[in-house]
């Protein structure tokens, strides 16, 4: 019933910059962290961005510092993550994620969800 739905990944050449969408629901959103991974081609998913339930904290990868930006919008059920001067190697997709509890009441036991992923592919 949960589900995580990314979109705005593409093509974009390098030093241009995408605006990545995640459309959640089947939870309540505003209850909970929201994070971005990405895969790239033979490598392990890695953390990108994490943002706390209510926005007013974000955490972030070395490697994007000063460049990503993840953002949410409790209204709409919708986390962002904007990505500005863009890499060749950050060819990857890109997931949106969040952690659940298996039951209402026992938050110590949580599973991931994940979306079906965007693809980003950074090439000229």
């Known amino acids: 019933q949960v589900q995580l739905v990314e979109s705005g990944g593409g093509l974009v050449q390098p030093g241009g910059s995408l605006r990545l969408s995640c459309a959640a629901s089947?939870?309540?959103?505003?209850?909970?962290?929201m994070s971005w991974y990405r895969q790239a081609p033979g490598k392990e998913r890695v953390l990108v961005a994490a943002?706390?339930?209510?926005?007013?904290?974000?955490n972030y990868a070395d490697s994007v510092k000063a460049r990503f930006t993840i953002s949410r919008d409790n209204a709409s059920n919708t986390v962002y993550l904007q990505m500005n001067s863009l890499k060749r190697e950050e060819r990857a997709v890109y997931y949106c994620?969040?952690?659940?509890?298996?039951?209402?009441?026992?938050?110590?036991?949580?599973?991931?969800?994940w979306g079906q992923g965007t693809q980003v592919t950074v090439s000229s």
């Open positions: 994620t969040v952690r659940l509890p298996r039951r209402v009441g026992v938050p110590t036991i949580r599973d991931s969800y």
């Open positions: 943002i706390t339930n209510t926005g007013d904290s974000t």
């Open positions: 089947g939870f309540t959103f505003s209850s909970y962290a």
